[in-house]
């Protein structure tokens, strides 16, 4: 017989056996793409609103611009080499830079930082009468000096260069913390708690969402993620608030980390 027809059979087993083998390829990658966004999310998640820093720890203002990661120059922004014109000495100064970093993100990384503080120190005189009624509604996540676990994967953070969204529904006793990258939405959604006295928001977070569809996750995997599970918290998720107004709320986390956001309709 001709070597061409001989071989034939030969070149259609291989060309079967590479069409199964893509088509196996193209099912591994549909079952694991799920588990990949959650990833990929996760880690944008975990590098703009992450609380888990040592507790006591305050970041030195001087050290906010450090960090050579592509993602820390960014959020960083141009103007994180020079030096803070000013900082602000009392609370309604500290107001008016918050207001004004939140809408431009024009002013210095550590005046803001220092802003915050000075709210903290005054914090007995502020009034948060009024707090509660002020954060229902959604956050967009401005500024935030991050944790020691996100300084050391991207170098410090202070200006947020993705999509995040924290939302309350205060009536409701509802909390929603998203990151929004293009079509892929992570949503880490729950209950909170409103103590007055405090100007305190603790939270638990038990569900995640992906794109909208809820994701069950195992219960080893809830408690690294920080949501509620079979294991006791470290330190109960929450946000001590210093500032809560029709533009902008500003808070220190449980872990020590502080943050500033912008009310999402207006950034």
């Known amino acids: 017989s001709s070597p061409r027809l001989t071989g034939l059979p030969r070149c259609l087993g291989a060309l079967?056996?590479?069409?199964?083998?893509?088509?196996?390829?193209?099912?591994?990658?549909?079952?694991?793409?799920?588990?990949?966004?959650?990833?990929?999310?996760l880690g944008a998640w975990r590098a703009a609103v992450a609380w888990t820093a040592a507790p006591g720890v305050v970041p030195r203002p001087a050290a906010l611009c450090r960090g050579s990661s592509p993602l820390s120059r960014v959020a960083s922004g141009p103007k994180c080499a020079r030096a803070a014109s000013g900082s602000p000495s009392d609370p309604k100064a500290a107001l008016e830079t918050l207001a004004q970093s939140a809408l431009t993100r024009e002013e210095e990384p550590e005046a803001v930082f220092d802003a915050i503080r000075v709210l903290e120190k005054a914090r007995k005189e502020v009034d948060g009468s009024n707090f509660e009624k002020q954060l229902t509604g959604s956050w967009r996540l401005v500024y935030t000096t991050g944790t020691k676990q996100t300084e050391g994967e991207v170098g410090r953070i202070n200006y947020v260069p993705i999509v995040a969204v924290q939302t309350f529904d205060m009536e409701k006793r509802?909390?929603?913390?998203?990151?929004?990258?293009?079509?892929?939405?992570?949503?880490?959604?729950?209950?909170?708690?409103?103590?007055?006295?405090?100007?305190?928001?603790?939270?638990?977070?038990?569900?995640?969402?992906?794109?909208?569809?809820?994701?069950?996750?195992?219960?080893?995997?809830?408690?690294?993620?920080?949501?509620?599970?079979?294991?006791?918290?470290?330190?109960?998720?929450?946000?001590?608030?210093?500032?809560?107004?029709?533009?902008?709320?500003?808070?220190?986390?449980?872990?020590?980390?502080?943050a500033l956001w912008l009310r999402n309709e207006l950034a």
């Open 16 to 41: 079967s056996r590479s069409r199964q083998e893509a088509i196996m390829s193209r099912r591994r990658l549909r079952s694991a793409l799920p588990a990949l966004l959650i990833m990929a999310g």
């Open 174 to 258: 509802f909390i929603r913390n998203g990151v929004y990258l293009g079509p892929l939405t992570l949503e880490f959604e729950g209950k909170l708690t409103w103590i007055q006295d405090r100007l305190r928001l603790e939270f638990d977070f038990d569900e995640l969402k992906l794109c909208g569809f809820s994701v069950p996750l195992p219960d080893a995997l809830r408690s690294t993620l920080g949501m509620k599970s079979s294991t006791p918290y470290k330190r109960q998720p929450a946000f001590d608030f210093v500032a809560a107004d029709e533009k902008i709320m500003a808070a220190r986390g449980a872990g020590g980390g502080v």
